[in-house]
């Protein structure tokens, strides 16, 4: 639960378990929000949103200033807190409604969302590379982290938002299939590259085993592992949880 922190501290995890960086920070606000939600009603849990998305771009500012490399900027918590701050500010508005949206909205809702990603990747240098202190190095982080989440927000109202029959991309079967197994393919994708490369090297046929190797993990790991994990929550909550 504080991989991040190491992150921080020595650097990328060498091998497959790099992204469980981001799986540290995750636990984290699974460990600590139940709590602020048992202890605050919706307008102070607003607040606390909103005072998350400060603490993160001030603590950018002061690294920033201080001239801390990318590293500990890329992986520390404080820093990272503007995704947690967006959906939470979600949730307390939709009330747990789904939200009826036209198409035109829907579309709209998409295109702001990757021209915000793609103005965040080309012009706020989100990797927060210090190297040489400038004003909008030091300022283009602290742009571009919330404005990523803004965008992952919009795609969130916009997948919410989309009714089952409202769109043949969302009843496609093997994007649906993706879907379900979406978390495997981020926990093993590394896993996954690196036996490819171990058995083929840089030939033409590298990437393509990677990807099939990394959905059959993801579909193995979601068969075997994470479905039995989900049946046994229905024995700890009153909210029927099941798999997909």
Known sequence: MLGNFAAAI?????????????????????????????RFDERQLARIALGLLAVACASRLVLGLAGVLAQPLWFITVTRLDPIAVGVLISIVLKGRKPIFGRPTRLALGIVGVTTWIAAARYCGIHGDFSSITPWAVLGPIVGYPAVAFGCGLFLLLGISTPPDGSPLFENGQLRFL????????????????????????????????????????????RWFESPFLRLKQHFTHVESHPV
């Not at 994708?189 to 993990?217: D, K, M, N, R, Y």
């Open 10 to 38: 020595w650097g990328y995890p060498v091998g497959s378990i790099g992204p469980l960086w981001s799986i540290s920070i995750e636990e984290q606000f699974y460990l600590f929000w139940p709590l602020a939600v048992r």
């Open 179 to 222: 879907g379900k197994i979406s978390y495997g393919l981020y926990m093993f994708h590394l896993i996954a590259i690196q036996a490819g490369h171990a058995l083929l090297h840089e030939h033409g046929w590298f990437l393509p085993v990677s990807l099939v190797l990394t959905i059959v993990l993801a579909y193995a790991s979601y």
